[in-house]
């Protein structure tokens, strides 16, 4: 009777470490991860402008400027349905100014939500949505022939900002596939105070700053 009660004790223990192990199986096959690197372009971004030099106070508006640049992402993500998938995503994006020294950078974290529309065994396309916070750094150094050190205006800034994605991906392996993709970040306002002490004191406001980028992605499946 004792052995027949240990038997059934240890059977009910590996089914149910079988389950578990099972359970943690499937929602590990959920999960992947992405990364994606491209050209990253600014565009609109009207910036309003007061401060005071040696020439005395001043007020200006015009538009933010900046070359095309780099953006590159990884992103966390977990399928809740074949259709449907949630993902963690941040990068950092890069675009240099109108002179060589002069560098923008925006860094972004954002929570996706990620519709998936399959068409193929091997090819899939997707559509997404996203929003979060942005941290921007503006950097910019120049040289006065009144100082013998290079000026150096910076500041940073943070913002909400909003995303939205479109791409296409083929499956490689069961694990792995590869795509292309078209990416949309949009920046409510930046705010950034640039001075140097005998020279110049600015306040800068950037509104409505949006980067377009085109990227190949990467994504593995765990």
Known sequence: MKSTTSLAKCTGIALFLGSASSQ???WRDNLYLHTDIGSASLANGPTTTRGFSSSG?????????ADTGIRGD???GYNLTKSLALEVDSGAIWNPGPTSQNDFYQIPVML???YQIRLSDSWKAYLGAG???????THSQFRDAA???PIVLEDS???FGYQAEAGINYALSRHLEVGLKYKFLGVDEYEYHLSQPGFLSEDVKVRD????????????KF
Do not use: E, K
């Not at 106070?57 to 400027?65: C, D, K, L, N, T």
């Not at 929003?131 to 750094?137: K, L, R, Y």
């Not at 700053?209 to 593995?220: G, N």
């Open 112 to 114: 996706n939500v990620v």
């Open 131 to 137: 929003a979060g916070g942005v941290v921007s750094i």
């Open 157 to 159: 800034d943070a913002s």
């Open 74 to 76: 990884l992103a966390l």
């Open 24 to 26: 943690a199986a499937d």
């Open 57 to 65: 106070p001043f007020q200006s508006r015009g538009s933010f400027r």
């Open 209 to 220: 700053l949006f980067t377009h980028s085109a990227q190949v992605s990467l994504t593995w």
């Open 147 to 149: 100082f013998h050190a």
